[in-house]
């Protein structure tokens, strides 16, 4: 699994809609690790399906090489 690879896995499952350039999206998670952020309010009562859509993803792009 190549660190570029992440993209291709996304599209496959559907989880990006719209890219303005999904062509450099690729080259960059090709060309060096990236440094991703997930933001939400861990203190918050409850999680919803949303936060636990954002950590699969950011765990997918740990799997990927990324940070």
Sequence with gaps: MGTGD???ELLWRELIAQST???????????????LYCGFD???PSLHLGNLAQILTVRRFQQFGHR
């Design 42 to 44: 861990p203190t918050a």
């Design 6 to 8: 992440i993209i291709d």
């Design 21 to 35: 350039d999904i062509g450099a999206l690729q080259a960059a998670a090709a060309a060096a690790p990236i440094t």
